[in-house]
């Protein structure tokens, strides 16, 4: 050991460097770590709102658009469809949407925010399948009805207001997803209006 007298100030200046140098090192590997809790924008993306321009959308028409993962129908609904609707509300199992699953947007007689557009979610609510929009051609599956939503794999069929109708394996009515027109061409899927 030395004699030599101890140097304070030096001793000092060694001890604040380290731990500043420490701390910068510290928060240098907290800042990545706390950035990897964050979402991915990705992620971030599958959930976010979609925009539907409706703008070339004819009567009669369908086209499919993905929110969250899921296939979104929008459907210009013909005033001979809308007409139609009224003729098998006896036939179908939940023709008032009162499952609470339902948005109180779509416990209206259509089902929708404007009578001529309906927005669903694109699964069939037995298994999670996707039904096939037939124009014309639901009469064979329904009779009296020209226009619906029928699910291949096992049968369930849904009117063009996506209620389901009875004896078939789909417990309930197609989801409605939460929308607003953001102007007369322009749908926002995901999210929905607040009064």
């Not at 604040?16 to 240098?28: E, F």
């Not at 959308?57 to 929008?74: F, H």
């Not at 499952?99 to 109180?104: N, R």
């Not at 409605?176 to 061409?185: A, H, K, L, R």
Request: proline letters at 8%; glycine letters at 8%.
């Amino acid at each position: 050991m030395s004699n030599a007298p101890v140097d304070n100030s030096r001793r000092r200046f060694l001890t604040i460097a380290t731990s500043v140098v420490g701390g910068v090192g510290a928060v240098g590997a907290a800042v990545p770590f706390i950035a990897s809790w964050n979402p991915s924008e990705r992620a971030k993306s599958a959930g976010a709102p979609v925009e539907v321009d409706i703008s070339k959308l004819e009567p009669g028409q369908l086209i499919r658009v993905e929110w969250r993962g899921k296939p979104v129908w929008v459907v210009y609904r013909t005033p001979k469809m809308l007409e139609q609707m009224k003729a098998h509300e006896d036939k179908l199992r939940d023709p008032n949407s009162d499952e609470p699953q339902q948005l109180d947007s779509a416990k209206n007689a259509y089902r929708s925010k404007r009578p001529e557009i309906f927005v669903a979610v694109g699964i069939c609510t037995h298994l999670g399948c996707s039904p096939t929009f037939l124009q014309g051609g639901f009469g064979e599956k329904v009779e009296g009805t020209q226009d619906g939503f029928f699910c291949p794999c096992h049968g369930s069929k849904f009117d063009m207001a996506g209620r389901v109708f009875q004896a078939v394996p789909a417990p309930l009515n197609l989801e409605i997803p939460p929308y607003t027109f953001i102007d007369e061409t322009t749908i926002l899927v995901g999210e929905e209006e607040v009064a």
